[in-house]
């Protein structure tokens, strides 16, 4: 079955240092999404994708994130200059359609220090 | 603001009974609704979903009941096993949005 995949699925980095998420979506999806859930919070919305832009974001999604999807098979999540506050799960999902079922991958977990 | 509520931080239900985990919704532009189900450090799991146009969908052990004038929905589990405990999550979106997460309910069902 088509998966959703993630590297790395920890990272430990210093705060003030710049993190990258990678995600591999699932092959013939065109909407790609990122949320995030920190320890013992619901799972929140950050940003999808769509055609190489940008669909939507939330007000968590500030100028401190990007996302990239660098040559038509990864799509990457940038976190410049981290925080402590960044620390959580970071969730890349992609679907076929908009609003329609999204399939997670299983989770890059950040940890800042 | 919380468009998705699920108001039951757990549940606790004897191996074989019924499990029925609740979700209210207070936006009423979603019309696809689902259930996912998450273990501890891994991704959600889609699990069933159901459209405005129906008031009821059944896959297997799974049923989920759509009550739109309510704006409420229902997951029930029969039978309920050990292999269910996780977390679930009600999630809601509208025609190309965003799904919409609850801050989900902990099952835990007893041997």
């Known amino acids: 079955e088509p998966e959703v995949t993630q590297t790395p699925s920890h990272q430990v980095t210093q705060m003030g240092q710049e993190v990258i998420l990678r995600c591999v979506p699932i092959?013939?999806?065109?909407?790609f999404y990122w949320y995030r859930q920190i320890l013992g919070q619901k799972v929140e919305f950050l940003v999808s994708?769509?055609?190489?832009?940008?669909?939507?974001k939330s007000e968590i999604f500030d100028d401190q994130f990007s996302v990239e999807r660098p040559d038509g098979s990864n799509f990457t999540l940038k976190i410049r200059s981290t925080k402590l506050e960044d620390s959580a799960m970071y969730f890349c999902?992609?679907?076929?359609?908009?609003?329609?079922?999204?399939?997670f991958g299983e989770g890059s977990w950040l940890t800042v220090v | 603001d919380q468009q998705v509520k699920q108001n039951s931080p757990s549940l606790s239900v004897q191996e074989g009974r019924i499990s029925i985990l609740n979700c209210d919704y207070t936006?009423?532009?979603?019309?696809?609704f689902l259930w996912y189900k998450k273990y501890p450090a891994e991704g959600p799991t889609f699990l069933i979903s159901?459209?405005?146009?129906?008031d009821k969908n059944e896959d297997g052990r799974f049923t989920v009941f759509l009550n739109k004038s309510a704006k409420h929905l229902s997951l029930h589990i029969v039978p309920s096993q050990p292999g269910d405990s996780a977390v679930y999550f009600c999630?809601?979106?509208?025609?190309?949005?965003?799904?919409?997460f609850g801050i989900g309910t902990k099952l835990q069902v007893i041997p």
């Open positions: 092959s013939n999806h065109l909407y």
């Open positions: 999630a809601a979106s509208s025609s190309y949005q965003k799904v919409t």
């Open positions: 159901i459209s405005s146009i129906k």
């Open positions: 994708f769509y055609n190489n832009e940008i669909s939507e």
């Open positions: 936006n009423s532009m979603f019309d696809y």
């Open positions: 999902a992609s679907s076929g359609d908009p609003g329609n079922t999204i399939y």
